[in-house]
């Protein structure tokens, strides 16, 4: 890193300045003129610190100079941005809010991102959440992408009520979220779950809109999954009828547009826009090497702001395990009144087992196994570390020091934590 030289770059006005950090770290500081990342303002002469693996673009609407260090850094400027495209989507948003300001019987923006996997969607709820927020608004961040989500650890749905900018390298404060439990990183593994989940989430954030006038004046930016055929386009259906949104942005997927446009009432407005030429297509491995980098954040934090997760001994017998979903039985066994489709939100006791080992588990607020359980936002999530059968104990990493409630849902999610690994 000492070798490396600084980098200085002119950037013009509306252009933006992408960089990958392909080894060790970057180090970018804003110079002169203005400039965002990601809808995030630079304070001038301010040290940002990236780690491998990142990819970012600095943007500037009326020209900047930045500082670039680092000798495993890719950096080139492009002028083809979709940022003022992006900007016009805000503006669309500001003027519902203006509305909502000045009646209190409008409310603000609920606007749905979608499209393929990697075209931005994420970044694009980034730059919407913070120029909103530059506004003196209180959007409500919704994420609903159980595969990549950014609000808790993979396998969970969840909403923010954001009230200021997303930090340039740590995004938003996450600190007090909302978060349901899914259990697996991809809605196939339970379509009925998801569509009732995104249906609870939906109302508990009706509520809140109900009673806070900000929250409702700020409006709603929801996140998808990349999924977007078959069942995957179903959800999306589903999910914008839900939160009743009125516009819904598809990032580069014609088809995806003009499905949409087909199949949601004429009153929701649905535009098509470009995906950045900066956004990078994520190979499988990739995707799953950022979930498990997820996990490992939730327990362990960031290089500039570290956790340290607690890990002690429960007792099989002081801890209710659960999972959702229980085998289907064949239609004649079913209770009389009960839909096929029930076995699969059906909340069923589990008997700890080495089977456990590695195991993600969402912490439940119930203090007994019921249909509670699946309808409430989780405290938090646990892994078992070791399972010894014999003294009848888990190993448990938790954030806390003691669990905050002795109902835990298993999730199909694996997480190997470092301490496992002499
Ligand atoms: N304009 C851009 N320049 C460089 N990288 C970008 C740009 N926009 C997005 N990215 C990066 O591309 C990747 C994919 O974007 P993301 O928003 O996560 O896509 P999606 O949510 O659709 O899967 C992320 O690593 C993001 O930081
Ligand atoms: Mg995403």
Not at 139 to 167: C, H, R, W, Y
Request: glycine share 6%; charged share 25%.
């Amino acid at each position: 890193m000492s070798e490396a030289e600084v980098q200085e770059k002119k950037l013009n006005e509306d252009t933006e300045l992408r960089i990958v950090v392909n080894e060790g770290e970057a180090i970018v500081e804003l110079v002169d003129g203005r400039a965002e990342i990601f809808g995030s303002e630079l304070v001038k002469n301010k040290k940002y610190l990236f780690q491998k693996g990142s990819r970012i673009a600095i943007f500037t609407y009326e020209g900047a100079t930045v500082d670039v260090v680092g000798s495993g850094v890719h950096s080139y400027t492009s002028d083809e941005t979709p940022m003022v495209i992006y900007l016009n989507t805000h503006a669309a948003l500001e003027q519902i809010r203006k509305v909502a300001e000045c009646d209190p019987s409008h409310r603000g923006p609920r606007i749905m991102l979608v499209g393929p996997t990697d075209v931005g969607k994420s970044t694009v709820c980034r730059i919407l959440c913070n120029y909103s927020v530059r506004m003196g608004r209180s959007p409500i961040l919704v994420d609903l992408d159980v595969g990549q989500g950014e609000i808790s650890v993979p396998g969970t749905m969840g909403a923010i009520f954001i009230n200021k900018m997303a930090d340039i390298m740590e995004g938003f404060d996450c600190s007090r979220p909302l978060v349901f439990n899914f259990g697996a990183t991809t809605p196939s593994e339970n379509l009925p779950l998801y569509d009732l989940l995104v249906k609870e989430l939906a109302e508990v954030i009706n509520q809140r809109c109900a009673v806070n006038r900000d929250s409702n004046i700020g409006g709603i930016i929801i996140n998808t999954c990349g999924w977007v055929h078959g069942d995957g386009y179903q959800c999306l259906v589903s999910a914008a009828e839900a939160f009743e949104v009125e516009s819904v942005v598809v990032i580069d997927h014609e088809r995806l547009y003009n499905d949409l446009k087909r199949d949601l009432p004429s009153f929701v407005k649905i535009l098509h826009q470009p995906k950045s030429g900066g956004t990078e297509t994520r190979s499988k491995e990739m995707r799953a090497a950022m979930r498990s980098e997820r996990i490992h954040r939730y327990f362990y934090g960031t290089a500039s702001s570290r956790l340290n997760p607690y890990t002690f001994e429960v007792n099989f017998s002081d801890v209710l395990l659960a999972k959702i979903g229980a085998e289907q039985l064949p239609e004649s066994c079913l209770p009389f009144g009960a839909k096929i489709d029930d076995h699969n939100t059906k909340v069923v006791g589990v008997k700890p087992s080495s089977s456990l080992i590695h195991c993600l588990l969402a912490i439940s607020p119930s203090t007994s196994i019921s249909q509670n359980v699946l309808k409430e936002t989780v405290l938090g999530f646990v892994v078992v570390n070791q399972v010894n059968d014999e003294a009848q104990t888990l190993t448990i990493l938790s954030p806390q020091q003691e669990l905050p409630s002795k109902v835990l849902i298993v999730t199909s999610i694996k997480f190997v934590d470092d301490r496992t690994i002499e």
